[in-house]
């Protein structure tokens, strides 16, 4: 329910702003389908040992080349797209990548506008056999993990930004995404080492499987869609890695892959127990570590489906547009940028004009506006306004991307007075120091009655008082109460002429 909310806010925002902005500050990327689609398919991303279609025993194997299927958004001219990579389900048994949800998802993110990706995996286990289990897990693992450095690798090939890339799966699929996300190489599994009897390969390093492409496994965010990982305590915080953000879906009654803790397959066949994403997501909000839970009540295993749905009925299941939804707003959510802070005075007269900044970052488009006043010029990241409206007014900005993904508008407060005279008392006075934490001192040019009120942005009131002063005196106000932030200081002279400053306390 929490990315469908995302969603919709994501909408009511940008509807109002479509015809005030420039096309690109309103830009509907990743919102809405705009392309058609370009595949790609069959591309080789490793080669490594596969247990034999017939199980034989674990050091009977085939070297296999590991296949995927890249999506990508049809006459694209975006230097730079956001990944994602998905893995299909099947209990390390059966499936590939051309699995109809997997293909019709890759499908869909293509037409909104991003690269995705359908990667194969090695299969096959002994299903009477605990360790055979757990080294089919791992081997998924090692794939995924080999298909993140292929497409870093080959980032320059698919037009991707290797900051932006995205991993889930499905079942098994899921088990992979969430072991190559979160496993360490101290994580690794007792069975996945060489045993003489039974005989036992060694299954290398999880890093060093599939191809020796050297980058890193990780990913900006994780999805899981029914699946589990071996040990909920393998999900720690204590590194960067740690904290990537996790996306959960999950029927409380599969039986299939445990909603809370138990074995696959509810013991059907013999295989390592696991805990599912009831107690995963219980795990890392104990950690506080982001992560997000959909719960499908009193339904099983793979409630999606495009074509056959979890009880074999034809034609997508009545969860398959809520999935896709809050998929695509889960990761929309880590694509927005974040705001950085605008420099400018907050206190001018009608007529002034002041230029408003903001720091410039690589490949971002800035649109300015203003709440009363007017643009008069804009350049980039900096901004020119004169302000025509006496009171509380603001300067807005939004900042897009080079995703082509617009961030929350800013909100800049400015207070602009009426009185004309301002303008020639700007220059006499000296307000220090600016920040402020204890003591604000101003000094003051002209004699007379000094009437002072310290304002919050929002226009009330915090502190005030008066005092006769000399030409050249100082006046001293006591801000240390006041909370951290952005004020203004109201000086009204002989009560007649008044004039604005702004400060900063901290």
């Known amino acids: 329910m929490k990315h469908l909310i995302l969603v919709a806010i994501i909408a009511i925002f940008w509807a109002p702003l479509a015809g005030l902005m420039a096309q690109s500050c309103a830009s509907q990327r990743y919102l809405k389908p705009s392309f058609g689609v370009d595949t790609t398919l069959d591309v080789i991303y490793g080669n490594a040992p596969a247990i034999t279609t017939v199980y034989v025993a674990e050091n009977v194997t085939t070297n296999e080349d590991l296949l995927l299927d890249v999506y990508q958004p049809a006459g694209d001219t975006l230097a730079l797209r956001p990944c994602v990579i998905l893995a299909f389900g099947g209990g390390f048994l059966i499936g590939s990548k051309e699995d109809e949800d997997i293909r019709?998802?890759?499908?869909?993110?293509?037409?909104?506008?991003?690269?995705?990706?359908?990667?194969?995996?090695?299969?096959?286990?002994?299903?009477?056999?605990?360790?055979?289990?757990?080294?089919?897990?791992?081997?998924?693992?090692?794939?995924?993990?080999?298909?993140?450095?292929?497409?870093?690798?080959?980032?320059?090939?698919y037009k991707v930004d290797t900051n932006y890339i995205f991993s889930g799966g499905v079942s098994a699929g899921g088990i992979s995404a969430m072991g190559a996300a979160f496993m360490k190489e101290s994580d690794r599994p007792a069975e996945t080492f060489a045993n003489n009897f039974p005989a036992r390969p060694d299954l290398g390093c999880f890093d060093c499987s599939g191809n020796q492409f050297h980058h890193s496994r990780r990913t900006r965010a994780v999805m899981n869609f029914w699946g589990a990982v071996q040990d909920t305590l393998l999900l720690t915080a204590n590194d960067a890695a740690d904290s990537v953000p996790l996306a959960l879906w999950h029927g409380d009654l599969d039986p299939v892959v445990p909603f809370n803790v138990g074995f696959p397959f509810t013991g059907l066949i013999t295989l390592p127990q696991v805990f599912g994403s009831n107690v995963i997501h219980a795990r890392r909000q104990n950690l506080g570590l982001h992560s997000e839970l959909t719960i499908f009540?009193?339904?099983?295993?793979?409630?999606?489906?495009?074509?056959?749905?979890?009880?074999?009925?034809?034609?997508?299941?009545?969860?398959?547009?809520?999935?896709?939804?809050?998929?695509?707003?889960?990761?929309?959510?880590?694509?927005?940028?974040?705001q950085w802070p605008v420099s400018g005075s907050q206190s001018a007269w009608v007529g002034a004009i002041r230029t408003y900044t903001v720091p410039v970052r690589t490949g971002f488009k800035y649109c300015w506006s203003a709440s009363g006043g007017n643009v008069l010029s804009q350049s980039g990241n900096s901004v020119t306004i004169e302000w025509t409206t006496p009171g509380f007014a603001s300067v807005k900005l939004i900042e897009v991307n080079h995703l082509e993904v617009p961030g929350l508008q800013q909100d800049y407060p400015v207070f602009v007075g009426t009185v004309g005279v301002e303008k020639e008392l700007e220059s006499d006075f000296i307000l220090f120091p600016n920040p402020a934490s204890d003591q604000l001192r101003v000094k003051l040019?002209?004699?007379?009655?000094?009437?002072?009120?310290?304002?919050?942005?929002?226009?009330?009131?915090?502190?005030?008082?008066?005092?006769?002063?000399?030409?050249?005196?100082?006046?001293?106000?006591?801000?240390?109460?006041?909370?951290?932030?952005?004020?203004?200081?109201?000086?009204?002279?002989?009560?007649?002429?008044?004039?604005?400053?702004?400060?900063?306390?901290?």
Not at 315 to 326: A, D, H, K, M
Not at 472 to 488: A, H, M, Q, R, T
């Open 104 to 157: 019709s998802t890759c499908d869909s993110l293509a037409r909104l506008g991003y690269v995705a990706v359908s990667i194969n995996y090695r299969l096959n286990l002994n299903v009477a056999d605990a360790a055979s289990g757990t080294r089919a897990a791992y081997r998924g693992m090692q794939d995924f993990s080999a298909a993140i450095r292929f497409v870093k690798e080959n980032a320059a090939v």
């Open 445 to 506: 040019a002209s004699q007379g009655l000094y009437k002072w009120e310290v304002v919050s942005m929002l226009g009330n009131v915090l502190l005030n008082g008066q005092k006769q002063v000399d030409q050249g005196s100082e006046l001293e106000i006591n801000v240390k109460d006041l909370p951290d932030g952005n004020y203004l200081i109201r000086f009204k002279i002989n009560s007649d002429n008044v004039f604005w400053a702004d400060f900063v306390k901290n």
């Open 297 to 338: 009540p009193q339904e099983g295993h793979n409630v999606w489906g495009t074509v056959i749905a979890n009880n074999f009925v034809p034609g997508p299941s009545q969860y398959w547009n809520q999935i896709q939804q809050e998929m695509q707003a889960f990761i929309y959510q880590w694509l927005i940028p974040s």
